[in-house]
Every structure is written in C-alpha cells, then in structure tokens.
T-cell receptor, first 113, second 113 residues
Framework: ETGVTQSPTHLIKTRGQQVTLRCSSQSGHNTVSWYQQALGQGPQFIFQYYREEENGRGNFPPRFSGLQFPNYSSELNVNALELDDSALYLC????????????FGQGTRLTVV | SQQGEEDPQALSIQEGENATMNCSYKTSINNLQWYRQNSGRGLVHLILIRSNEREKHSGRLRVTLDTSKKSSSLLITASRAADTASYFCATDAVSGGNNDMRFGAGTRLTVKP
C-alpha cells in the first residue's frame, strides 16, 4: 500500500452535476498527477500540479480542473458531468517533477447516470 | 492519447509457468516503467528501466528494453495465483519533463492454481 489516499472511494452523480474528488499525497511528495481510467483501458493523463500550479495537461476539456494545496493535498473538479465521465479516477504523487516513479491511490469510482 | 500498446491483451497460464508480456511505443523515451493493477484498484510500480539500459531484474521480474524497436517485455517467472492482475507499461516522452506518463491498455494476466 502506498501512502496516497483518495476520497470518496465510490460516487454516483447525475449528468450535468459537478463533482470534487480529493487526494492526499504521500509524505514528502510535492507533485501530483490525476488520471482517468475507463473500463478496460489504461490510465489517461488529465493534468499535473506542482507547487500549487498546473504543470502539464493532457487532452481533457476545461471543465476538468484541479487544485493543489500548501500541504500538497489536491482536488480534481469536474463540471457539467457527462455519461462518458464514468470512470476510475486515480491520483499519483511523485517526490518531485523530475522523478518518475508514481505512487498511486486506490482511486475513486465515479458513475454518472 | 495512449503511447504504449501491450500484447497480448489477455494471458492465461498455470501456476509455476512463466508469463511474458510485451509493450510497444511510438516516440522516443527517457524511461519505461511497468505497473500492476489488481481489479480496478490503484496501480503499483514494479520496475523502471532507463533508455540506456537493456535489461533489468527485480525478484521474479525481468524487463528488457529495445529502443531500436521501441519495445519492451516483462517476464514473470514461476508465476503464482497472486500474480493475477493487469499489467501496464508506461512511458515518458523525451520532450516531457512534467511526468506526463502515457500508459498502454494493459495485459490482463490470469494465473490458475
């Protein structure tokens, strides 16, 4: 088990609603990335945060946004939920932006109905 | 978009046999990593191989990297039922530096007792 915790573990939302997912990074890690994993697929990079600023973004629309706090915990916010947003959302913390080993949380399973 | 492609998509073997999974990727890389995921939970880092390395071992795992063919293989020797999981390769682009790791779709390994 890594020291990365995510909450909640499961969530059901209605199309059009907004959702906030939370992640607590491993101690000593200052960089966090968020991934979306659809059923049967590999994780897709959403964005990364370092020192409370976005430090890279994948091919996701602006309704996916994030925050990183001074204690390095972070949030993923998704507005105007669509059915295709149903997926496992994973956060991964890194010791620093130049390190490559990712420490993943257990994920939040989001279902949009 | 996904960078790596694992092959095969699914693999079923008996306990004690060896399991080999392959990964191909498209662009030049700094590093290639292999991760393991148990049924929809978080990913666990297994091994990292740098672009200037050709082979690496960790316990029952052996990873090879052929940058000329843009491919890697993961060998699990003397497999156990507990090795049943999905295995993903992840690459980071040379032009990256923000830990924009790209994952393949994974190989689903089933080890029968």
């Amino acid at each position: 088990e890594t020291g990365v915790t995510q909450s909640p573990t499961h969530l059901i939302k209605t199309r059009g609603q907004q959702v906030t997912l939370r992640c607590s990074s491993q101690s000593g890690h200052n960089t966090v990335s968020w991934y979306q994993q659809a059923l049967g697929q590999g994780p897709q990079f959403i964005f990364q945060y370092y020192r409370e600023e976005e430090n890279g973004r994948g091919n996701f629309p602006p309704r996916f946004s994030g925050l990183q706090f001074p204690n390095y915990s972070s949030e993923l916010n998704v507005n105007a939920l669509e059915l295709d947003d149903s997926a496992l959302y994973l956060c991964a913390s890194f010791r620093e932006p130049s390190s490559f080993e990712a420490f993943f949380g257990q994920g939040t399973r989001l279902t949009v109905v | 978009s996904q960078q790596g492609e694992e092959d095969p998509q699914a693999l079923s073997i008996q306990e004690g046999e060896n399991a080999t999974m392959n990964c191909s990727y498209k662009t030049s890389i700094n590093n290639l990593q292999w991760y393991r995921q148990n049924s929809g939970r978080g990913l666990v880092h297994l091994i990292l191989i740098r672009s200037n390395e050709r082979e690496k071992h960790s316990g029952r795992l052996r990873v090879t990297l052929d940058t000329s063919k843009k491919s890697s293989s993961l060998l699990i020797t003397a497999s156990r039922a507990a090795d049943t999981a999905s295995y993903f390769c992840a690459t980071d682009a040379v032009s990256g530096g923000n830990n924009d790791m790209r994952f393949g779709a994974g190989t689903r390994l089933t080890v029968k007792p």
